[in-house]
């Protein structure tokens, strides 16, 4: 190789290994967390990437605490970059970056930080990201992240590899609506395992990278490091954010014993009046882990009168005691029926956790905490703890009139996590 060959190779290598570094470019509202640190703050006006269209909004920084508290909020100037001071009134902060439509690039002189990347709080990105990390936590069979390219003509595909660059799974879609990349978990001990995900330009020619929301599903903390430490780090973090992620398996719904023992209508059905049909089994057309899952179907007949009716699904007996949250997986069919997950105890003291609308379609975690302002008790012993030694999970779904009349829901692996207590005894 000739000197100037080697010299263009060299520069060529230095390109792609800056490019690899750039930090991914945000839009809208993100949400980063960071250690008491400085934080550079590139704004990039909307122009840089497309000269069709000019936003004059300017970008404006905000620094929360843990405890929700403003520490600090700095207006930005289109264009030019800021500098945010992140003070040291805790071992993390928030910190909200709002570019409107136009992009800031935020660089923190910490070695370790996160981007926010939640159901809740996704990770607005433009063009992708080559390499984030993130920790998945043990207990997981599998997990799911999630993608939406609104727009029409701007897709991705979202790539999970593990830290040597295998490639694990990938989704090249549209995005177009919220799609989930399902995948297996590697194998992995108590400690997790650390994962690399990134959104990188789709191969169908017809389709361009540029807007894109990514979260984690939320069986995985949200956090997206930079680094793969940064994504270790997330194991300690994650219990500051109230994120759980002690989790015991339970039910997997693999092998060839149905571990449903009583199925049941809420609502008795007047003689002579039509009645509704259920299907419950195990079933290998859907698995969130493993292969199998429950398979729950129901269908209620054109003329039925009734305007509420509930299935209701009890596990048999299962060994578990003083549980404060509950976590399973449903492949929903968008029929808007109420899902409610419930765990009765061993003295029938009954534990309910309202869990929303059924309307999503493909696997999605469903996390009861039955700690929380979402939950009511009633019955039992009245100690308002959950007491083994066996317990039975019950999944109770709602039909009310003007639902579709058939459904197929896929239930799997349901997992349960230690209730956090105080020192006075008193759950949190
Ligand atoms: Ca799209
Ligand atoms: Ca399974
Ligand atoms: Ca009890």
């Known amino acids: 190789m000739t000197h100037k060959l080697l010299c263009m190779a060299m520069l060529l290598a230095t390109l792609a290994s800056a490019w690899a570094d750039e930090p991914p470019i945000l839009r809208y509202s993100s949400w980063m967390l960071v250690p008491p640190t400085t934080v550079r703050v590139e704004s990039r006006p909307y122009g840089m990437l497309h000269d069709d269209y000019t936003y004059r909004d300017q970008p404006s920084f905000s620094v929360i605490g843990l405890d929700g508290d403003t520490l600090a909020t700095i207006d930005g100037k289109l264009g030019a970059s800021t500098t945010v001071s992140v003070p040291d009134a805790g071992p993390l902060a928030l910190l909200h970056l709002q570019p409107g439509n136009n992009y800031a690039v935020p660089q923190p002189a910490s070695e370790v930080y996160w981007y926010i990347a939640t159901p809740e709080a996704p990770l607005n990105v433009v063009r992708g990201f080559d390499a984030l990390y993130f920790w998945l936590p043990p207990g997981l069979s599998a997990a799911t992240i999630f993608c939406h390219a609104f727009s029409v003509g701007e897709a991705g ?59 984690l599903g939320p069986e995985i903390p949200g956090l997206l490091a930079p680094t793969p430490e940064g994504a270790e780090e997330a194991r300690k973090i994650a219990p500051l954010l109230g994120i759980e992620t002690d989790w015991t398996p339970l039910l997997d719904f693999e092998g060839a014993d149905n571990p449903i023992g009583t199925i049941q209508w809420s609502k008795l059905v007047e003689e002579g009046a039509a009645l509704p049909a259920y299907e419950v089994s195990l079933s290998d057309e859907q698995h969130f882990g493993g292969e199998q899952s429950l398979r729950v179907a129901m269908r209620f007949p054109e003329d039925y009168a009734e305007p509420w009716q509930q299935l209701k699904l009890f596990t048999k007996p299962l060994a578990a005691d003083d549980i404060g949250k509950v976590r399973l997986f449903m492949f929903g069919d968008g029929s808007g029926r109420a899902l409610r997950i419930r765990v009765r105890d061993a003295s029938q003291e009954q534990h309910y956790f309202d869990a929303g609308k059924l309307d999503w379609v493909g696997w999605k975690a469903i996390v009861a905490d039955l700690e929380g302002a979402a939950s009511a008790i009633s019955g039992g012993d009245e100690n308002k703890r959950i007491d083994g030694p066996t317990v039975n999970v019950v999944v109770e779904i709602a039909h009310s009139r003007g639902r579709p009349l058939e459904s197929v829901v896929y239930v799997d692996d349901i997992a349960i996590a230690p209730a956090h207590r105080t020192e006075s005894g008193e759950a949190q």
């Open 157 to 215: 595909k979202l790539i999970v590899s593990d830290l040597g660059g295998n490639e694990i799974v990938s989704l090249e879609s549209d995005f177009n609506e919220p799609e989930a990349l399902l995948f297996q978990a590697p194998a992995m001990g108590e400690d997790g395992a650390l994962l690399r995900l990134s959104l990188v330009k789709p191969a169908n020619p017809e389709w361009t990278i540029d807007d894109a929301k990514v979260w």
